[in-house]
């Protein structure tokens, strides 16, 4: 069976590689998928985030990691997979997700969404808290890998 982890992944965090790990105990395969969204801002372009996703998973032989424009539904379907999981972190992270999944219940009801919940070393982990806590030099580690943490430190010329 495929799951597929969408999200914005900008950039991807400590937070997102717990939740691809732990998933994949579960399904056969798991789709990293990094949304292309002309609404949200992103710090890192889709090229960028992409090559820290695959460079943050490259020991987890069961993920693929791909990029999508447009609704995720109609991806999963593409694929033929029947999962989209989502990460939970606190109360604030529900009522967005019960929206988007019973969004996605009336688009595709065929498709499940599967919430994992945040392990307690990262569910304060976020892409925009890293993103403010490296552009104010703040320390990164155990939050953003190695990589992740430079390059953003470069994006504001830290380095
Ligand atoms: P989006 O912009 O679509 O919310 P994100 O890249 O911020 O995408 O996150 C993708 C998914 O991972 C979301 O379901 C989010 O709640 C979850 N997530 C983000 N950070 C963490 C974390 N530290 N622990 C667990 N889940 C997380």
Redesign the pocket.
């Known amino acids: 069976m495929i799951a597929v982890y969408?999200?914005?992944?900008?950039p991807i965090?400590l937070?997102?590689v717990?939740?691809i790990q732990r998933v994949c105990g579960l399904y056969d395969q798991v789709i990293v998928l990094v949304?292309e969204s002309e609404q949200?801002e992103s710090l890192f372009s889709i090229q960028e985030r992409l090559q820290l996703v695959r460079d943050s998973l490259v020991h987890l032989p069961k993920v693929k990691v791909d990029s999508h424009r447009g609704l995720t539904v109609d991806y999963v379907r593409q694929v033929g997979a029947k999962v989209i999981v989502?990460?939970?972190?606190a109360v604030v992270?529900f009522e967005y997700?019960v929206g988007m999944a019973n969004l996605n219940r009336k688009l595709a009801p065929e498709i499940e969404t599967v919430l994992v919940f945040?392990s307690p070393d990262?569910?304060f982990?976020?892409?925009r808290a890293v993103k403010e806590l490296a552009r104010n030099g703040g320390r990164l580690d155990g939050l953003v890998s190695n990589l992740v943490a430079t390059s953003m430190q470069k994006k504001w010329k830290k380095v």
């Open positions: 969408p999200g914005s992944f900008d965090t937070g997102h717990d939740i949304a949200k989502r990460g939970l972190r992270d997700e945040a990262y569910y982990v976020s892409s």
